[in-house]
């Protein structure tokens, strides 16, 4: 159905086009209420009041503190598809105080295009080696050509024959004195 070389220019394309295809992020999930819900659990801080009566002095002693807020479960998600992605969560007493997050989806782009370069050169050298022995089939290579000298008694040449002609001469593995 289809030939070789198309069937090659079919898959090299898919390749790019999923090799530069890539997708990063992180997901915050907000009240999470699922056990199996991805990512890692985190909490949002919350204004806590504490107030301690003073008998002494007759006032109350008012503190402010910041906690995490138990009543809501969230989740921070990072995900990466073809692409790096570098998500730091910080907590402070168990609530999340900073997200920071680094995606950079060229970098796998940019490993599988150098490493199909790669093997761009090396299909191409190998066809060409294909093409250079597969025209080398049709014409067998010849031997060097020997040729017979016939000399005559008297030192000088009588005749000399390419190997295609040896059969026209007599005893012709047969030296001639």
Do not use: H
């Not at 692409?83 to 910080?90: H, I």
């Not at 060229?106 to 250079?132: H, R, Y």
């Not at 089939?137 to 016939?150: A, D, M, R, S």
């Amino acid at each position: 159905m289809f030939s070789e070389s198309s069937l090659f220019r079919r898959w090299l394309c898919a390749v790019l086009v999923f090799s530069v295809a890539g997708c990063a992020q992180t997901t915050f999930r907000g009240k999470v209420t699922k056990e199996d819900t991805n990512g890692i659990r985190y909490y949002l801080p919350a204004t806590y009041i504490l107030i301690k009566p003073d008998y002494t002095k007759g006032e109350p002693n008012v503190t402010y503190w910041i906690g995490p807020d138990t009543t809501a479960l969230y989740a921070a998600d990072p995900y990466a598809f073809a692409s790096t992605n570098t998500t730091e969560l910080q907590f402070t007493r168990g609530y999340l105080t900073q997200a920071k997050s680094n995606v950079d989806t060229t970098k796998v782009a940019s490993e599988a295009i150098a490493a199909l370069d790669e093997l761009a050169k090396v299909v191409l050298t190998t066809a060409a080696k294909s093409a250079q022995l597969a025209a080398t089939k049709g014409e067998p290579k010849k031997p060097p050509q020997i040729y017979l000298f016939v000399v005559g008694t008297d030192g000088k040449l009588r005749t000399l024959f390419s190997p295609d002609f040896w059969w026209l001469v007599p005893n012709a593995g047969i030296q001639v004195k």
